[in-house]
């Protein structure tokens, strides 16, 4: 017979003890193989014949169950493996004789080069153009060790679980075989094949990261991709199992798919329906003008659908109850089983006030019998903040119970809004507070204090008869101001309106108080300004035994210059950070701090601006703004490493800091955000010399850089201004006296915070503290409730922003959080069941709150009068020391005991005073030029009255005189500094108004307003006498509406020019006043500008008594009243006075903001609507 060539097939799991399986067909041997098959194999192992099944068909349609073709047999021969390859491999030769001896799985092709040192398999693949290609190759080496590679790179082998359990040596055709069998059961990873994805990459890859050497991935166009796609440069590409894509492939397609976003939203149009009209050109206002109309259009069917709708339903479904039926749903709110749903809410809820409101007040008959819970009245003061037309809308309705607005004033208006300090506002802190009753620590409270621009305008307040709108920082400061502006050319007391508010908020350390204690209008702000009220404050406070421990403010020019003044004359820096509180019996300093956010806010503008360079690497804005595009932090390169580090230096400074939970640091792994509790902190240790140190080395590098000038070495660095609030906030253990500037700042760098925290630990009960208890959050979350008064009035004027004050205050809006605002939202709560005080409607109910002191020790005349005794008086009269707190208390039986002593030893209270202004005096002497002169002179006066001099004088003089062992910082500050304001006042007279040109002439538009004016005047009267039935009751007040009737009636002589001025527009209705009448009102017009001249901010009581008593108005009224009676005469005279200062109060008002827009070129006419502008 002749050779037959057997082609050996190796089958799975057949091989066994070195075995391999040999299969002859049974159809294609013509003689048994026992006979005379002959094999050039020794001696094989003939096994018994098995039959070869078919291909199943069971689940294939196409083919029946029962096949038409009989089932082929073949006999298995089963040889031992070393017949074909000889036992292990010991060589690359003998490995690639042994491989082309068997059939290699599908796809796979050995590759030999001549002469090479490795040995190639490779899996070849179909690409789309039906051409063949290499997917990748098995490459094994000399060693026999192996490898995978694609077309572009080698494959790690350890990402793939496979592979990296696979043999390392390939010395047998089993371990070739298993590989081959391994790399099958693999696929390719996608990849990012998506268009988008690649579109960008080309796009943007070199742009995104520019200034990093390494790539974070490349573009692979392999022949097993279909399409290019976007791979990670750690991307496995052979995966194991399911899986599209390795996990390195996926974070980079996380950051594929930010980018791809971020350009849409780039790609379209980025103005906002928010964005301001005057940032849009003239295209976009078009636009946004027809977007406006067609959503007015849009919104005005579906009202009028809305409206049709609901009259529809009202009209065929609804039902009207009757009286049953209103009762019974009435009970059903009220039953039993609604008020068991009430009671199963927590009792601490708004949930539960509510609804038990709700059925209180729907069992009430009388809403007049209600009363409201505290908590009720604080939510309905906040929706009527919000919007009260809305509020009013929402009551009305019935659906549920609300208080009047009439009652929510009561609440609102429980005191009058006004600027400066007052006594109804220190009684609301104590209420907030409760000195009287809380533990030690809690009695530490901090000052906020910043400015928020306003609105120019100028308000009458015809209560009060004072015009809101003028600058106001107190008494001193305003005659200081007038003093200045008294010397100008014109001669006159220059007023300006009020641009900005500063206002001054207490913030407790280790309580939720948040109360905005003073505001104060002002304009061009300076520190000098705001000596005086800052002190008031901190006195106001110590005296309700509050500690203040600082002041927390932003850079500004003016806080630094307020800082400055606390400078000794002994200081060898320019450097302030604390100072001592004159009024603390325990001789505590107070801090100053600069705002952490303000801080970090000014250190990013100065990284934006200027050109940083440190350690011979640049810091540049460029690098973040890389960084956000980008997404992946580990894109820097060595070049933005020294940005980094300061990122760095500046995110641990902010989080020790900004303190604000005892769960931040926790959940985020930031270890400097986690509570201070002890005075030893690693973060106090930190500021101290880690962050001191590196501020010293950046500017040693700075200095040691050649060819640049100072200028453009201060660039390379933080601001001045950001290191002098660096400086004030942290810590350091030397003082370092340097002859450069910067370098002084850099010596001090931060010492009110660490030596402030390590104070706090000594207070008795403080186990930890939240350095975020210093952060300005509470005053921007102020600032933000004034400007989103009713959701549009985000630019108040000096009237709105104090009337805001007071809702603000009832309702603790600062503690809550603000839309679109600057901060996050506040933590503290509202409290439940504290009362809330209520305006008494009859205000002759109300009683003195002074019993403390006889009232008549305020009016007892001593023998001798000087700026002491005046000072004890105004001690005694002031409202705010008529309190339970021990400083008030001390201070009063002090002054209470001088006055009683002074009568009988006048001679020694006179040695005294002559000593104590001897010492004020000297304060006054100034070398400095008249618009200087007021920093020296603040500057002198903190340090006399802070030096241990002058206090033992007092506490000498006190204890002799009144035996009083015991020292009132108190009660010698407010006398002495009461002493010191009637010093400056001497000093720094204001021109009388002799000296003043009082010579006015009033032009003809001016007699034509009188005119007109002085017809308005009895009419209004007789209108308010006829709308109260009660005042008709009054038999004088009848008696003055006939005098009125005959007032009106013009009759007398007309000759003057304006009234012709006055029949020309009269169109029916106005009326025309005689001569007589009409010179009186010329004389009352010329007596009231008189006024104005002198104090031109004030039109009250004083202006009608000055009027009244006016000898040319009393002349001229004589004669019109000649024949009235004299009661009625008197009393009609006086309402006349007090309607015409009214009328010219809010007249005055208007042409003064007028004049004021005029000389200033603004516009003084509303803007024009967007229709009328385009």
Same mark, same amino acid.
């Given at each position: 017979?002749?050779?037959?060539?057997?082609?050996?097939?190796?089958?799975?799991?057949?091989?066994?003890? #070195? !075995?391999?399986?040999?299969? *002859?067909?049974?159809?294609?041997?013509?003689?048994?193989? +026992?006979? $005379?098959?002959?094999? /050039? =194999?020794?001696?094989?192992?003939?096994?018994?014949?098995?039959?070869?099944?078919?291909?199943?068909?069971?689940?294939?349609?196409?083919?029946?169950?029962?096949?038409?073709?009989?089932?082929?047999?073949?006999?298995?021969?089963?040889?031992?493996?070393?017949?074909?390859?000889?036992?292990?491999?010991?060589?690359?030769?003998?490995?690639?004789?042994?491989?082309?001896?068997?059939?290699?799985?599908?796809?796979?092709?050995?590759?030999?080069?001549? #002469? !090479?040192?490795?040995?190639? *398999?490779?899996?070849?693949?179909?690409?789309?153009?039906? +051409?063949? $290609?290499?997917?990748? /190759? =098995?490459?094994?080496?000399?060693?026999?060790?192996?490898?995978?590679?694609?077309?572009?790179?080698?494959?790690?082998?350890?990402?793939?679980?496979?592979?990296?359990?696979?043999?390392?040596?390939?010395?047998?055709?089993?371990?070739?075989?298993?590989?081959?069998?391994?790399?099958?059961?693999?696929?390719?990873?996608?990849?990012?094949?998506?268009?988008?994805?690649?579109?960008?990459?080309?796009?943007?890859?070199?742009?995104?990261?520019?200034?990093?050497?390494?790539?974070?991935?490349?573009?692979?166009?392999?022949?097993?991709?279909?399409?290019?796609?976007?791979?990670?440069?750690?991307?496995?590409?052979?995966?194991?199992?399911?899986?599209?894509?390795?996990?390195?492939?996926?974070?980079?397609?996380?950051?594929?798919?930010?980018?791809?976003?971020?350009?849409?939203?780039?790609?379209?149009?980025?103005?906002?329906?928010?964005?301001?009209?005057?940032?849009?050109?003239?295209?976009?206002?078009?636009?946004?003008?027809?977007?406006?109309?067609?959503?007015?259009?849009?919104?005005?069917?579906?009202?009028?659908?809305?409206?049709?709708?609901?009259?529809?339903?009202?009209?065929?479904?609804?039902?009207?109850?009757?009286?049953?039926?209103?009762?019974?749903?009435?009970?059903?709110?009220?039953?039993?089983?609604?008020?068991?749903?009430?009671?199963?809410?927590?009792?601490?809820?708004?949930?539960?006030?509510?609804?038990?409101?709700?059925?209180?007040?729907?069992?009430?008959?009388?809403?007049?019998?209600?009363?409201?819970?505290?908590?009720?009245?604080?939510?309905?003061?906040?929706?009527?903040?919000?919007?009260?037309?809305?509020?009013?809308?929402?009551?009305?309705?019935?659906?549920?119970?609300?208080?009047?607005?009439?009652?929510?004033?009561?609440?609102?208006?429980?005191?009058?809004?006004?600027?400066?300090?007052?006594?109804?506002?220190?009684?609301?802190?104590?209420?907030?507070?409760?000195?009287?009753?809380?533990?030690?620590?809690?009695?530490?409270?901090?000052?906020?204090?910043?400015?928020?621009?306003?609105?120019?305008?100028?308000?009458?307040?015809?209560?009060?008869?004072?015009?809101?709108?003028?600058?106001?920082?107190?008494?001193?400061?305003?005659?200081?101001?007038?003093?200045?502006?008294?010397?100008?050319?014109?001669?006159?007391?220059?007023?300006?309106?009020?641009?900005?508010?500063?206002?001054?908020?207490?913030?407790?350390?280790?309580?939720?108080?948040?109360?905005?204690?003073?505001?104060?209008?002002?304009?061009?702000?300076?520190?000098?300004?705001?000596?005086?009220?800052?002190?008031?404050?901190?006195?106001?406070?110590?005296?309700?035994?509050?500690?203040?421990?600082?002041?927390?403010?932003?850079?500004?020019?003016?806080?630094?210059?307020?800082?400055?003044?606390?400078?000794?004359?002994?200081?060898?820096?320019?450097?302030?950070?604390?100072?001592?509180?004159?009024?603390?019996?325990?001789?505590?300093?107070?801090?100053?701090?600069?705002?952490?956010?303000?801080?970090?806010?000014?250190?990013?503008?100065?990284?934006?601006?200027?050109?940083?360079?440190?350690?011979?690497?640049?810091?540049?804005?460029?690098?973040?703004?890389?960084?956000?595009?980008?997404?992946?932090?580990?894109?820097?390169?060595?070049?933005?490493?020294?940005?980094?580090?300061?990122?760095?230096?500046?995110?641990?400074?902010?989080?020790?800091?900004?303190?604000?939970?005892?769960?931040?640091?926790?959940?985020?792994?930031?270890?400097?955000?986690?509570?201070?509790?002890?005075?030893?902190?690693?973060?106090?240790?930190?500021?101290?010399?880690?962050?001191?140190?590196?501020?010293?080395?950046?500017?040693?590098?700075?200095?040691?850089?050649?060819?640049?000038?100072?200028?453009?070495?201060?660039?390379?660095?933080?601001?001045?201004?950001?290191?002098?609030?660096?400086?004030?906030?942290?810590?350091?253990?030397?003082?370092?006296?340097?002859?450069?500037?910067?370098?002084?700042?850099?010596?001090?760098?931060?010492?009110?915070?660490?030596?402030?925290?390590?104070?706090?630990?000594?207070?008795?009960?403080?186990?930890?503290?939240?350095?975020?208890?210093?952060?300005?959050?509470?005053?921007?979350?102020?600032?933000?409730?004034?400007?989103?008064?009713?959701?549009?009035?985000?630019?108040?004027?000096?009237?709105?922003?104090?009337?805001?004050?007071?809702?603000?205050?009832?309702?603790?809006?600062?503690?809550?959080?603000?839309?679109?605002?600057?901060?996050?939202?506040?933590?503290?709560?509202?409290?439940?069941?504290?009362?809330?005080?209520?305006?008494?409607?009859?205000?002759?109910?109300?009683?003195?709150?002074?019993?403390?002191?006889?009232?008549?020790?305020?009016?007892?005349?001593?023998?001798?009068?000087?700026?002491?005794?005046?000072?004890?008086?105004?001690?005694?009269?002031?409202?705010?020391?008529?309190?339970?707190?021990?400083?008030?208390?001390?201070?009063?039986?002090?002054?209470?005991?001088?006055?009683?002593?002074?009568?009988?030893?006048?001679?020694?209270?006179?040695?005294?005073?002559?000593?104590?202004?001897?010492?004020?005096?000297?304060?006054?002497?100034?070398?400095?030029?008249?618009?200087?002169?007021?920093?020296?002179?603040?500057?002198?006066?903190?340090?006399?009255?802070?030096?241990?001099?002058?206090?033992?004088?007092?506490?000498?003089?006190?204890?002799?005189?009144?035996?009083?062992?015991?020292?009132?910082?108190?009660?010698?500050?407010?006398?002495?500094?009461?002493?010191?304001?009637?010093?400056?006042?001497?000093?720094?007279?204001?021109?009388?108004?002799?000296?003043?040109?009082?010579?006015?002439?009033?032009?003809?538009?001016?007699?034509?307003?009188?005119?007109?004016?002085?017809?308005?005047?009895?009419?209004?009267?007789?209108?308010?006498?006829?709308?109260?039935?009660?005042?008709?009751?009054?038999?004088?007040?009848?008696?003055?509406?006939?005098?009125?009737?005959?007032?009106?009636?013009?009759?007398?002589?007309?000759?003057?020019?304006?009234?012709?001025?006055?029949?020309?527009?009269?169109?029916?209705?106005?009326?025309?006043?005689?001569?007589?009448?009409?010179?009186?009102?010329?004389?009352?017009?010329?007596?009231?500008?008189?006024?104005?001249?002198?104090?031109?901010?004030?039109?009250?009581?004083?202006?009608?008594?000055?009027?009244?008593?006016?000898?040319?108005?009393?002349?001229?009224?004589?004669?019109?009243?000649?024949?009235?009676?004299?009661?009625?005469?008197?009393?009609?005279?006086?309402?006349?006075?007090?309607?015409?200062?009214?009328?010219?109060?809010?007249?005055?008002?208007?042409?003064?903001?007028?004049?004021?827009?005029?000389?200033?070129?603004?516009?003084?006419?509303?803007?024009?609507?967007?229709?009328?502008?385009?």
């Amino acid at each position: 017979m002749g050779k037959r060539k057997f082609k050996l097939r190796r089958i799975k799991n057949a091989e066994k003890n #070195g !075995s391999l399986v040999v299969a *002859i067909p049974r159809a294609k041997v013509n003689v048994p193989v +026992a006979e $005379g098959l002959t094999l /050039s =194999l020794p001696a094989p192992e003939i096994v018994s014949p098995q039959p070869v099944q078919a291909p199943d068909h069971s689940n294939d349609s196409s083919h029946d169950e029962t096949p038409d073709h009989p089932v082929r047999q073949s006999l298995c021969v089963s040889f031992p493996l070393s017949h074909f390859t000889g036992g292990l491999l010991q060589s690359l030769n003998m490995l690639s004789e042994r491989i082309s001896r068997v059939i290699l799985p599908p796809s796979w092709v050995p590759i030999r080069f001549d #002469g !090479s040192q490795f040995f190639s *398999i490779s899996k070849l693949i179909e690409q789309k153009n039906h +051409a063949t $290609g290499i997917a990748m /190759s =098995l490459v094994i080496d000399s060693d026999l060790q192996w490898s995978v590679h694609t077309t572009h790179r080698q494959l790690s082998t350890h990402n793939c679980s496979l592979l990296s359990e696979a043999p390392k040596l390939l010395n047998s055709i089993d371990n070739v075989f298993e590989i081959f069998e391994r790399l099958d059961h693999t696929t390719f990873c996608a990849g990012n094949p998506d268009q988008d994805f690649v579109t960008l990459w080309n796009q943007k890859m070199f742009s995104l990261y520019g200034f990093s050497d390494k790539q974070p991935g490349y573009l692979d166009h392999s022949l097993f991709s279909s399409n290019p796609t976007v791979r990670h440069n750690d991307c496995c590409i052979l995966l194991a199992g399911t899986s599209v894509r390795c996990p390195p492939c996926s974070s980079i397609r996380s950051i594929l798919r930010s980018q791809r976003s971020r350009l849409r939203s780039k790609s379209e149009n980025t103005k906002t329906h928010h964005e301001n009209y005057r940032y849009l050109s003239l295209p976009e206002l078009v636009h946004r003008l027809d977007d406006l109309q067609h959503n007015y259009r849009t919104l005005s069917r579906q009202v009028a659908r809305l409206k049709e709708r609901i009259a529809f339903v009202t009209q065929n479904v609804g039902i009207t109850l009757d009286d049953e039926s209103d009762h019974f749903i009435r009970d059903t709110v009220t039953s039993s089983d609604a008020i068991s749903h009430i009671q199963d809410l927590p009792r601490d809820s708004f949930q539960y006030v509510f609804w038990q409101q709700q059925a209180e007040a729907a069992s009430k008959s009388d809403m007049r019998n209600m009363r409201w819970h505290p908590l009720m009245i604080r939510w309905c003061l906040y929706l009527r903040y919000r919007s009260s037309g809305a509020y009013e809308a929402l009551r009305e309705s019935g659906c549920i119970k609300l208080p009047s607005q009439r009652t929510l004033r009561d609440y609102t208006h429980y005191t009058k809004a006004s600027l400066g300090f007052s006594s109804e506002a220190d009684q609301m802190l104590m209420d907030a507070a409760k000195p009287d009753h809380c533990p030690e620590r809690e009695k530490h409270v901090f000052l906020f204090l910043d400015e928020m621009h306003i609105r120019e305008d100028l308000v009458f307040d015809k209560h009060s008869g004072n015009l809101i709108g003028f600058t106001d920082l107190g008494d001193i400061s305003n005659h200081l101001s007038r003093f200045e502006h008294s010397f100008e050319e014109d001669g006159s007391n220059q007023l300006q309106l009020a641009k900005t508010m500063l206002v001054f908020m207490v913030r407790g350390l280790f309580s939720k108080l948040q109360f905005p204690y003073v505001q104060f209008s002002c304009t061009a702000l300076s520190g000098v300004h705001m000596y005086d009220p800052f002190w008031e404050a901190v006195e106001r406070l110590e005296n309700m035994e509050l500690k203040v421990m600082g002041v927390t403010m932003d850079g500004a020019s003016a806080n630094r210059k307020l800082m400055k003044l606390h400078r000794g004359a002994s200081d060898a820096t320019d450097i302030v950070y604390k100072v001592y509180n004159p009024f603390s019996e325990e001789k505590r300093h107070l801090y100053f701090i600069s705002d952490p956010p303000h801080l970090v806010k000014t250190m990013r503008n100065c990284l934006n601006k200027r050109r940083f360079w440190c350690n011979g690497k640049p810091m540049l804005w460029d690098h973040l703004k890389h960084l956000y595009e980008t997404d992946t932090a580990p894109v820097c390169g060595e070049e933005a490493s020294e940005t980094s580090h300061f990122v760095h230096m500046a995110d641990k400074f902010f989080d020790a800091l900004n303190v604000h939970n005892f769960s931040h640091g926790v959940r985020r792994l930031k270890p400097f955000q986690l509570p201070y509790t002890s005075s030893t902190d690693m973060r106090l240790e930190w500021l101290e010399t880690d962050f001191l140190g590196y501020l010293k080395d950046w500017e040693n590098s700075v200095k040691l850089r050649e060819g640049f000038t100072k200028a453009e070495r201060n660039k390379m660095l933080i601001s001045a201004e950001t290191l002098y609030g660096l400086q004030v906030t942290c810590k350091c253990f030397l003082l370092i006296l340097a002859l450069y500037y910067r370098s002084c700042i850099l010596s001090l760098l931060g010492k009110s915070f660490v030596e402030l925290v390590r104070y706090l630990f000594t207070v008795p009960g403080v186990q930890c503290f939240l350095s975020q208890r210093l952060s300005q959050d509470p005053l921007e979350r102020f600032f933000g409730a004034q400007r989103q008064r009713g959701c549009v009035n985000d630019n108040p004027n000096v009237a709105e922003f104090a009337k805001n004050t007071q809702t603000i205050r009832v309702v603790n809006l600062c503690c809550q959080g603000v839309k679109r605002g600057n901060c996050r939202g506040g933590d503290a709560e509202l409290p439940m069941e504290q009362p809330m005080p209520k305006r008494h409607r009859r205000q002759s109910s109300r009683v003195n709150q002074m019993t403390n002191v006889e009232t008549t020790a305020l009016h007892t005349p001593g023998t001798v009068d000087g700026i002491l005794l005046n000072g004890i008086h105004a001690l005694l009269a002031e409202k705010s020391f008529y309190i339970s707190a021990r400083p008030a208390q001390l201070a009063l039986n002090i002054a209470s005991s001088l006055l009683q002593w002074a009568p009988n030893h006048s001679s020694d209270i006179g040695l005294f005073e002559n000593e104590v202004k001897k010492l004020l005096s000297s304060c006054l002497s100034t070398q400095s030029k008249l618009k200087g002169f007021k920093p020296e002179i603040w500057q002198k006066y903190h340090q006399i009255r802070t030096s241990d001099s002058y206090q033992s004088l007092w506490h000498t003089f006190i204890k002799t005189s009144v035996s009083i062992a015991i020292p009132s910082p108190m009660f010698l500050q407010y006398v002495g500094h009461h002493a010191f304001k009637e010093l400056i006042k001497e000093h720094f007279p204001i021109r009388s108004s002799k000296e003043l040109n009082m010579q006015m002439n009033l032009t003809y538009e001016e007699l034509n307003g009188i005119r007109y004016a002085a017809g308005f005047v009895p009419r209004a009267i007789k209108k308010k006498l006829q709308n109260k039935k009660k005042k008709l009751d009054n038999p004088l007040n009848k008696d003055c509406l006939l005098c009125l009737e005959e007032l009106m009636s013009g009759d007398g002589d007309t000759e003057l020019s304006s009234a012709d001025w006055v029949n020309s527009i009269n169109r029916g209705g106005l009326i025309c006043v005689n001569d007589m009448t009409f010179e009186l009102f010329l004389s009352m017009e010329l007596e009231l500008r008189s006024h104005l001249k002198i104090n031109p901010t004030h039109l009250g009581d004083e202006v009608v008594v000055r009027i009244t008593e006016s000898e040319d108005v009393l002349f001229l009224w004589s004669i019109i009243s000649a024949s009235w009676d004299n009661d009625c005469s008197t009393a009609l005279l006086k309402k006349i006075a007090k309607m015409w200062t009214t009328v010219r109060g809010f007249s005055y008002a208007s042409a003064w903001v007028e004049k004021m827009k005029v000389a200033q070129q603004k516009t003084t006419q509303k803007s024009k609507g967007l229709r009328k502008t385009l």
